[in-house]
């Protein structure tokens, strides 16, 4: 399967853990995407790399959020000191030059995170 | 700030009938995207739509950008059960091409 992958698909976990999600872009895509999706929402841009070097961060990302990207293919997102109000649909996405037109954006399946 | 408007929001309708959902904006668009979600799933990329005016098809599945690339539709002719799913429109836009949403259209065919 050449597609994006998540993982892990589900995370559970305490207020006040540390938690980290991990995104496999498609190989040739160097752009990298996250957003975080509540229910009956639509995704949340949160920030974007493009190869190793994060370009764009959300003003709605706190200093909890940190991301990285450190050879350019896979990506961390990691939040300290979870909160309830993490727990959301967290999607990475990938794009690159390929296609027509615009820089066509391909999800993951997601992680899903849910805080307690 | 950019905004993407999507209507309706909720759609039950019968087998065969036909439907339209609406994205509109007051912002230019470089392009504007067309998602299909299932629940607990990433979204997955239906259409493209990158020239004002263009049409594009996808089976029964009609896909217009308009003139000015502020707005676009998505048209399903003849829906089925199967069409079922939450649809997202996202607008291309700025220079790192970060997409924003509209808040999807919860669609709803019945058998």
């Known amino acids: ?116 | 700030t950019q905004l993407l408007e999507q209507s309706p929001q909720f759609l039950s309708i019968q087998e065969g009938e036909n439907l339209t959902v609406y994205c509109n904006s007051s912002s230019v668009f470089s392009s504007l995207q067309w998602y299909r979600q299932e629940p607990g799933e990433g979204p997955v990329l239906l259409v493209t739509v990158v020239t004002g005016g263009e049409v594009k098809k996808l089976k029964r599945l009609t896909f217009q950008f308009g003139d000015a690339r502020k707005d676009s539709s998505l048209h399903i002719t003849a829906a089925q059960p199967g069409d079922t799913g939450l649809y997202l429109c996202a607008g291309e836009a700025g220079n790192n091409r970060k997409l924003i949403w509209g808040l999807g259209t919860s669609l709803a065919v019945n058998p």
């Open chain 1, 1 to 116: 399967d050449t597609g994006v992958s998540q993982n892990p698909r589900h995370k559970i976990t305490k207020r006040g853990q540390n938690v980290t999600f991990r995104c496999d872009p498609i190989s040739e895509h160097n752009r990298l995407y996250w957003y975080r999706q509540t229910l009956g929402q639509g995704p949340e841009f949160l920030t974007y790399f493009q190869n190793e070097a994060q370009l764009e961060k959300s003003r709605l990302l706190s200093d909890r959020f940190s991301a990285e990207r450190p050879k350019g293919s896979f990506s961390t997102l990691e939040i300290q000191r979870t909160e309830q109000g993490d727990s959301a649909m967290y999607l990475c996405a990938s794009s690159g030059s390929l296609g027509t037109g615009g820089y066509e954006q391909y999800f993951g399946p997601g992680t899903r995170l849910t805080v307690t």
